[in-house]
Structures are given as C-alpha cells and as structure tokens.
C-alpha cells in the first residue's frame, strides 16, 4: 500500500502541476497580480475611512474564516478498479491515508494563512480584535481543517455513530471562531479544543469494513470539481461531460429568422461548458477589473483587451459539428455557416459589451467619460465583428479537413 500511494502522489503532483502551468499562465499571472495590486491599493486607501467597531465586522470576520475552512476536500486517490483490486485490504487503509493528510492539508493551510494576513489590517484597526486571538484562531483553524479530513476518513467505514456531518462541523467552528474574536482568552479555549479534537479523533472506534463504494464516490465527486476548475481554463479529457438542460438559457436562443446552423451555433455557446464558462468568466473578470481599478481608462483599455481575447476563443465553435457524420447527413446548407456563425458570436459580444461597459460605469467615479469610454468601446466591438470575424470565420473554415 506505500509504495501504491506514493506512485500515486507522484503521479497527482504531476498532473497538477501540467494543468496549473496551463491555468497559471504568462497573461494570467500578469492579470493577477494587476488584479491583487489594485484590491490591495483600493484595500488601504478605504480602510481609513471605514467606521470603529461596528456590529456586524465580528459576524463577518468569522463567516470568511468559516467559509475558508470548508475550502478544500480531503483527498483519498482512489480509482474505480480499488474495489475490486483492494477491497481485501481494509486493514492497511489507515497506512495508506497517512501522507494523504498532509497532502490535502497544503492548498487549505495557504489559504488560511493568506486570508487571515488580508484580514489582520480590518480585525486589528477597524473591528477590534487583538493580535493574540488572530493568531491562536488561525492555528486553531489549521488543526480543526486537519480534524475534519480525519472524520472524512472515518466516515468511510461502516460505523455504528455518524461521526462527520460537514454542515454541523462548519456551524460548530463559525460559533467558536465568533466566541474567539469577541473574547480574546476564548481564543485560548478555541485552541484547547481542536488540539484535543485533533489527539482524539483519530483514536475514535471505527468500523472494521471499509466502504469502498463510498469512498470512491466521494473521490469521484472531488476529482470531478477539480476537473470543473481546470476545464475553465483549459481543455480536461479526464473530465465527466453531464447533460442537463439548463431551462433559463431558453431566453437566450432567438427563434426569429432561425436556421439550423444557427440554432446549433447557439446551443453550443449556451450549453457547451468550454464556450459558456469562458464568455461568463471573461464578463465577471473584466466587471471585478472595473470594481478593483474605478478608473474609466484603464477599465476601458482592459475591457477592450477582454473582448478581443474572448471573441479570439469563441471563434473555433464553429467547427465543433464539422466532423459530426450526422450533421453532413442532414439537408442543413454548408454554404452559409460562416454567416450563421457571426450572428451568433456577434449576439454573444454584444451581451458581454454590456455588461463590461455596466461595470466601467457603475465603478468609474466620472460617470459622463466612463459612457464615453463604453460608446468607444462599443464602436471597438463593432469593429470586431464586422471586419476582423468574417476573416477569421473565412480562414476557419479554410482549414477544415474531411
């Protein structure tokens, strides 16, 4: 079982570290750091002004904590041929969860530290928290995020007593995180009792079977929003394609002067997660821009990059069904795809003009240059659409092979 987890573990990190290179790219990484710059900038400039002691900074303080804490699944690296190959192999899972424990507690652990060092401005200056029930909270989550992938584990058995239920455990430690920060020396109990949670739970009687079909499951199910993540950024083959009709997208798909191909065209931009989640994660990219910036040049610079960028991506649905046998077996008319095509990304980037150029508005303090600022980007879109994409769509279908 040690040398299966550890080919394992190796074989994860290698896996994450292919698709978080591809995630983490040169333009992403770049956005980011703009992005965090002016949060933090925004985040200094504001703090002045906000308000002493207010009744609700305590309350939220502890619901970001919360929310951080059930950041992060534990995982187990089971496959679906486990339970068939290991099920005869019950006694050696403790063994083989051991390196599993520090391995998942490394993405939660980075996140707890850097959110209590973004919050530590506002909880010390602005809410009143002393420094001393900061820091033991912090360390207090740490173990109790450790103690929570011990009850995951032991969950996994037949037991007798239901050990972990995951929306109890969050209610239980937002109750103690807010008792903490209210009272500084209840931070030292906080402490006490997820270091004692943490000695004992992993001693608590467990089943002597181990319920593989569970387990695997829940892996599945992580490896699955693992998948989600990645396959916003980039294409994942390991990642479970699940069909469902998604009824409030209806509104989008125009009925009036339809052909098929535009029909098509449509539901893939509606219903295809690769082409949806990219137009929604492009619009809620540039609106958080504009929120972060409040500046209608740079939003608008940014915005136009956006839209350029988005439009540059969406382009190659258009031959998602070029080698769909079915597709050319239907009297649909090949020769105005193109045409079809336009319409419907056309359609797309008009509705993601809107909602950046909202969002440069809203956030911009100078409200008649940030309109400005979206007629100018709005005749940028048009630009776009009516000479850069009938070239590109010409030169996409160009290219296809039968």
């Not at 900061?134 to 740490?142: D, K, P, S």
């Not at 455990?169 to 500084?184: A, K």
């Not at 690769?274 to 809620?284: T, V």
């Not at 100018?376 to 630009?383: P, R, Y």
Request: hydrophobic content about 55%.
């Amino acid at each position: 079982m040690n040398n299966i987890i550890k080919k394992r573990l190796e074989a994860n990190f290698k896996r994450s570290m292919h698709y978080l290179t591809l995630v983490f790219n040169d333009f992403f990484i770049l956005a980011l750091i703009f992005l965090f710059g002016a949060l933090m900038f925004w985040y200094a400039q504001n703090i002045k002004k906000w308000p002493h002691d207010l009744w609700f900074y305590k309350p939220l303080i502890a619901l970001i904590w919360t929310v951080i804490l059930g950041f992060g699944n534990f995982a187990t690296l089971f496959k679906k041929a486990d339970e068939q190959f290991l099920f005869n192999e019950d006694k050696q899972i403790k063994e083989y969860f051991k390196p599993l424990y520090r391995h998942s507690l490394i993405l939660p652990v980075i996140l707890i530290v850097l959110v209590s060092g973004l919050l530590f401005p506002f909880a010390t200056l602005r809410a009143g928290v002393s420094v001393l029930a900061l820091v033991l909270t912090a360390l207090g989550l740490i173990l109790a995020k450790d103690v929570q992938f011990h009850l995951v584990a032991r969950s996994f058995y037949f037991n007798n007593n239901e050990y972990y239920n995951y929306w109890m455990f969050l209610l239980v430690n937002y109750i103690f995180i807010l008792l903490s920060i209210q009272l500084s020396y209840l931070a030292w109990l906080y402490l006490a009792l997820t270091l004692i949670s943490w000695s004992v739970v992993p001693h608590l009687e467990q089943g002597k079977a181990f319920n593989w079909y569970k387990a695997i499951d829940y892996e599945e199910r992580r490896q699955d929003l693992v998948n989600s993540f990645y396959s916003m950024f980039t294409d994942v083959p390991e990642k479970k394609v699940k069909i469902k009709r998604r009824k409030y997208f209806d509104a989008f798909i125009s009925h009036k002067n339809q052909t098929p191909n535009t029909f098509l065209y449509q539901r893939v931009l509606l219903r295809d997660p690769e082409y949806s989640n990219l137009l929604l994660r492009m619009m809620i990219f540039a609106v958080l821009l504009s929120w972060a910036l409040q500046d209608y040049i740079w939003a608008g610079a940014i915005g136009a990059l956006i839209i350029f960028l988005t439009l540059y991506q969406l382009i190659p649905l258009g031959i998602v069904y070029e080698h769909n046998v079915m597709y050319h077996v239907q009297p649909i008319p090949l020769a105005k795809r193109g045409q079809a095509l336009a319409r419907v990304l056309q359609k797309g980037m008009l509705i993601e003009w809107v909602i950046i150029s909202a969002g440069i508005i809203i956030f911009s303090p100078q409200k008649l240059f940030a309109v400005g600022m979206s007629i100018g980007l709005l005749i940028f879109t048009f630009v776009l659409l009516y000479g850069y994409l009938p070239l590109r769509i010409e030169k996409l279908f160009k290219k296809v092979r039968y």
